[in-house]
């Protein structure tokens, strides 16, 4: 058995120390540029890589929304491979009637939106204009994105994933 002196266990413990405060130093510059780079919904909206296509239901706004918000759900929400968690946030404005599904990726306590799914009326609320916008860069990387193809089939009532 080695006994150490004072002064090497205090070496010991003072690399320990500095490991420690470079490792959050580490965890605070990677979230400030994780930030950087997140994703709003309004640059969602405004890029034309972000825009994936739009269709028309033949269910009015309410049902169109409802059914989606099910199926998002069901099948956009898990635990990415990397441990952490990817939700789906929604909202429905009656009056307007006008909905959106979201999306999200929590990384590093940030939501990183990736999927945006819009709907809006059309033919005085017998219609519905469901428009599809997904992140296309390093944050979605290993996230499941819906395709226009699912979301048209989603809405024309297929439960499958």
Sequence with gaps: MKIRNPVQRRAS???MALTVKYLTLATLLCSILLSGCAITISDLKSSQSSYDGSFT???????????????????????????????VLSEFDGE???????????????LINNTFIQI??????????????????MLSTGIRSPKITDIRRWAGGDKTC
């Design 13 to 15: 413990g003072g690399i």
């Design 57 to 87: 239901s033949m269910a009015g706004p309410s049902d169109t929304y409802r059914t989606l918000r099910h199926m998002a759900r069901q099948c956009l929400e898990y635990e990415a491979y990397s441990g952490n968690p990817v939700i």
């Design 96 to 110: 307007r009637k006008e909905g959106e599904i979201n999306q999200k990726f929590l990384a590093d306590g940030l």
């Design 120 to 137: 809006e009326r059309q033919d005085d609320n017998k219609k519905a204009k469901v428009s599809l916008y997904t992140t296309k860069n």
